[in-house]
């Protein structure tokens, strides 16, 4: 056959690109690499998988494009041989609480069908086996009631389901029915001709009304079989002045007299109103007030605010009532709450019965009031109750995940989430716990990791009618797990949240889906699948890429990890420099050529040429220490870990081992927590210590810098803060009677009222993407022309904002406040971007240095506490060596920096290293060495020491040499002890 055609790209000037020309091979592994900020995403994604987006749904009807994601045309000369073109980026991981990894795999769903086709039912009271019931039976149990017993026998037509029903309710007429009960209301036949489509409706039809007594014995064997018939199996039973009982031809118990309605999938779904748990709506969680969160500083009075709820209301009728209450009940309100008696806390927390008057006084009348005082915690659980009350009203049972997210941020700030006690998080309801296959529920089955739940569903004793009719299924779930596994990921467990896993962790989830498609000539774009994943594991996710190829597949990946651009049969490198400075195709061609390539920054690496030395001596560690006591969040075994402050730590491990457990969700708010005085038992742990020597914690993380285009380097630096109070101070600004305010884009005053500060004007589109077009008036300035009259140095406002960091730091010399945030965003390898520049557009790699620049520009203490989690994200190896002269920058002034990584430049670098492990998941979270790299590197249950032996060059038979000690001294360009 003749080669396939490459995917050409011609003259790409997306964002900094400059007119770029590259081939891809077709059917290839394809790594595009380079500096961050060197344009590897703008010809990645918002090129080659944007026009291969646009061209897909330009392909679509007029009406299918009304209901899919405009994608703009990006800027590019032409595109030719381009494929169907599949993206798996780095986002975000869905917010919702009712996802999981088994809904996001869509695992669970197919164990929702093995388990309603396969699965055995039992009851939930005696946990004897469910069998069917004959309508003989049904009419014996019926008839066991008391004598003189008056019940009406219902057909049950619809459970939980939408629609007008206008056939059924058509043809039950012409069937001689004349009585239906929809949603619990009596209704007659002839009334109704249609029922609203848009609620969900139960709806039972009456087949006969009769009395417990001897002689109805056939009458009610005939209601019962005609019920059974129109019901389709069901019957119920409503009794007068008792509960209504449910009779199913196909699972009851005999000898509780317990029936289940039919065992559908849907009953497994914690999604389904069917099935959900009644008791917290299948969130597995209820939402308790906590005291702890309602009164946070007990020093506070309650007219100092003391009770957080109140604080956040300022309307005179609260002040009125809070007066009113401390008056009326003798309470102290300028006593600190710590100092009221208990029984003044507990009225005001509880509430009182007793009614009292007060009066509110407003601008028109006087209005008078007699009630009784509530209380904050029960006013807190009736806002919460109404809402959901309003919630089943308006969706008749649905379960709408928006207005749940807005409770629980509205007032979870003061509620814990606690298991329920009626599913114990199962999140399902108790007979659907009850249906067992292999002895084991659907809920059991999820909370076994990828890896246990593989080898499970292959060794359970089914009988050959159920092995039959399983086959299939199993056979899926088998593909899929597998697919899982081969990613990395057989450590998670189906129950996981959503919100909880990594952006690599969503990621590989994603293409573990879309291994599974069995798709064939697809063009897949990956941006960092390595994100989150140890070295260990990136051997299983190089064969799984190589599996798409071989497919037929052409896998174009975004990658800095050295073992996958090794693996890759072409490479793309990108540079120069960043910014302004990149946009530009330095090398293309196979590891090989490009490490022989001297154009090649990456190549340099590669090679050896360049690289990461790891220092010499170390800095040793003081006998001041935080320690973390019993931390048990998620898969951590209670362990109690020691971080050395005044050192640069890194706490590594294998994917799933408890990293993020440890550091983000239990260090993080451990600390803060201490140094606001207050211990909050919402923190997974029974202690910790050493925090006295710190005076602040700050998490310097990737999240985006703004969410809107307005936000910049400029305005989240403060540096355009400066900038502003510089030109509103000039000669000119004075005799005009200029403020700061003059100069901001986002108020009225001195912005582009045409385009309000935009620079850029929407016009809608209607069926195409929405075309932005600069603002005529301003000309794409954002400012008007009086305000850009006023210049420093012969540049306006907007001249500034477009200057990069490298251009303003010699333009604002003579200015120190001004000059030092810029050389500080200079150091951290940011000179190439421009003050303006659009948050929205910054890489997670560009934004996290940002907020390290910010950091170093602020007067050190010395005594804080740094919290990065995987900083070498999105960064080049020559990234990675700014980005630790950064570090060594904050931890020589004295401060303490822990750093959660994968990466072995910055572990190799580190003073103090935690190793987490030895697996993940559940045969995770412990501690398995802490110490030097080097005294890590000599335990053999770890696996980053395994990697880091071999990089430093010890082995067991070699123990690296202690220097004697001696004070702690800095890194580069003098030697400093190690511990």
């Known amino acids: 056959m003749p080669p396939r055609q490459p995917i050409t790209i011609r003259g790409a000037r997306q964002h900094n690109l400059r007119s770029v020309t590259v081939r891809i091979p077709r059917g290839k592994l394809v790594v595009i690499t380079g500096l961050s900020g060197s344009g590897k995403s703008s010809i990645a994604f918002d090129t080659l998988y944007a026009e291969g987006q646009r061209r897909y749904v330009e392909s679509l009807s007029v009406h299918a494009r009304h209901y899919l994601e405009k994608m703009p045309k990006p800027d ?72 003189g017993s008056r019940f009406s026998v219902l057909a049950p037509i619809a459970r939980g389901r939408k629609g007008g029903f206008k056939r059924e309710l058509s043809k039950l007429r012409r069937e001689g ?86 065992v559908t999938p849907r009953i497994f779904s914690f999604n389904n109103p069917v099935g959900a748990c009644p008791d917290c709506g299948g969130l597995g969680v209820v939402y308790q007030v906590e005291p702890a969160l309602i009164v946070p500083d007990p020093s506070l009075s309650l007219r100092e605010g003391a009770v957080a709820p109140w604080r956040r209301k300022s309307s005179a009728y609260f002040q009125n009532l809070l007066e009113a209450v401390g008056e009326h009940y003798g309470i102290d309100l300028e006593s600190p709450w710590e100092l009221l008696p208990e029984e003044a806390r507990t009225l005001m927390l509880e509430g009182s019965d007793r009614e009292f008057e007060f009066t509110f006084e407003s601008d028109e009348d006087v209005h008078v009031f007699k009630r009784r005082f509530e209380g904050v915690i029960p006013n807190l659980e009736r806002r919460r109750r109404e809402y959901a009350r309003k919630t089943r009203e308006e969706r008749r049972g649905e379960l709408d995940d928006d207005q749940m997210n807005h409770l629980v941020e509205e007032l979870g700030r003061y509620m814990l989430p606690k298991p329920c006690v009626s599913c114990r998080g199962a999140r399902l309801r108790p007979e659907v716990l ?98 989150g994943l140890h070295q260990r594991d990136n051997e299983r996710l190089i064969a799984t890429l190589e599996h798409l190829k071989h497919m037929g597949n052409t896998v174009v990946v975004v990658e800095h990890d050295r073992d996958m651009m090794l693996a890759a049969d072409h490479i793309i490198d990108m540079g120069p420099g960043a910014g302004i400075e990149g946009g530009e195709v330095v090398a293309v061609g196979s590891p090989d050529e490009i490490m022989a390539s001297s154009a090649s920054l990456t190549g340099r690496y590669l090679s050896g040429d360049l690289s990461i030395p790891a220092p010499d001596r170390r800095r040793r560690p003081s006998s001041l220490r935080l320690t973390l006591e019993g931390a048990h969040l998620n898969n951590l075994k209670d362990v109690t870990v020691h971080f050395p402050l005044g050192l640069l730590v890194a706490v590594t491990g294998v994917s799933g081992s408890g990293k993020s457990s440890l550091v983000v969700d239990t260090l993080l708010p451990a600390v803060r927590a201490s140094l606001g005085g207050l211990m909050t038992i919402s923190v997974p742990c029974t202690g910790i210590k050493g925090v006295h020597a710190l005076d602040k914690c700050i998490n310097i993380d990737q999240s985006p810098l703004g969410r809107t285009p307005r936000s910049n380097p400029a305005t989240y630096t403060k540096i355009f803060t400066d900038i502003r109070e510089l030109f509103a101070s000039l000669p000119e600004s004075r005799a005009r009677g200029y403020s ?95 003050l303006g520049q659009s948050a929205t557009t910054l890489s997670g790699g560009e934004a996290q240095r940002i907020k390290l620049g910010r950091e170093l520009a602020r007067r050190a203490t010395g005594r804080t506490l740094y919290i990065l989690d995987e900083p070498t994200t999105g960064l080049h190896f020559h990234d990675i060596k700014n980005l630790l002269e950064v570090l060594e920058k904050l931890v020589e002034a004295g401060n303490t920096v822990v750093v959660i990584e994968h990466n072995l430049d910055v572990i190799k670098c580190a003073d103090w290293v935690i190793d987490l492990g030895p697996e ?33 060059g010890v082995s067991p038979t070699r123990r690296p040499s202690r220097p004697p000690p001696g004070p702690a001294k800095p890194r580069r360009g003098r030697p400093r002890t190690r511990a």
Do not use: W
Not at 456 to 472: D, F, P, Q, V, Y
Not at 923 to 948: K, N, Q
């Open 434 to 531: 009850h249906v067992l296959l292999d002895g084991r529920n659907i809920h059991d089955l999820t909370r076994l990791t990828i890896r246990e739940l593989r080898v499970h569903l292959g060794s359970m004793e089914l009988s050959s009618r159920e092995r039959k009719i399983a086959k299939k299924i199993l056979k899926e779930l088998d593909q899929r797990l597998g697919f899982l596994e081969d990613v990395g990921l057989d450590y998670l467990t189906l129950d996981r949240a959503a919100y909880t896993l990594s952006g690599g962790e969503s990621q590989r989830i994603h293409l573990a889906g879309q291994i599974g498609s069995g798709l064939v000539g697809v063009l897949y774009i990956l941006d960092e699948p390595t994100i």
């Open 177 to 262: 029915f004349v009585r239906i009960n929809v949603d619990g209301d009596l209704v007659e036949l002839e009334e109704v001709e249609e029922l609203d489509r848009g609620r969900v409706h139960d709806i039972d039809v009456y087949v006969d009304r009769l009395i417990v007594k001897p002689d109805a014995s056939r009458r009610l064997a005939e209601s019962v079989e005609l019920a059974l018939k129109v019901g389709e199996g069901n019957v119920k039973v409503s009794v007068l002045d008792s509960e209504d009982l449910i009779f199913s031809e196909r699972f009851a118990c005999m000898k509780c007299g317990i029936s289940l309605s039919e």
């Open 920 to 952: 993940g998941g559940e045969r995770g979270g412990e501690v398995i060495a802490s110490g030097p790299p080097e005294d890590v590197a000599l335990v053999e249950r770890s696996h980053t020491g395994s990697y880091l032996a071999s990089l430093l």
């Open 740 to 834: 700061p305010g003059r100069f901001s884009f986002n108020v009225k005053g001195g912005r582009c009222e045409a385009c309000q500060g935009d620079g850029l004007i929407r016009i809608e589109m209607h069926f195409l993407p929405d075309v932005y077009v600069t603002c005529e008036e301003c000309q794409g300035r954002r400012y008007n022309r009086e305000t850009l009259d006023i210049v420093h140095r012969g540049r306006n406002i907007a001249e500034v904002l477009e200057m990069t960091v490298s251009e303003a730091i010699p333009f604002f010399g003579a200015i120190p406040s001004i000059r030092i945030k810029l050389e500080t965003l200079a150091d951290v390898g940011l000179g190439y971007l421009s």
């Open 76 to 147: 590019v000369d032409s595109i030719e041989g381009l494929s169907p073109a599949v993206s798996v980026e780095q986002k975000a991981p869905s917010k919702n609480p009712r996802s999981t990894v088994g809904t996001s795999t869509e695992i669970y769903d197919f164990l929702r069908v093995l388990f309603a086709r396969t699965g055995r039912p039992h009851c939930p009271k005696c946990g004897e086996r469910i069998s069917s019931q004959t309508p003989q039976q049904i009419v014996d149990s019926i008839l066991d009631m008391p004598s």
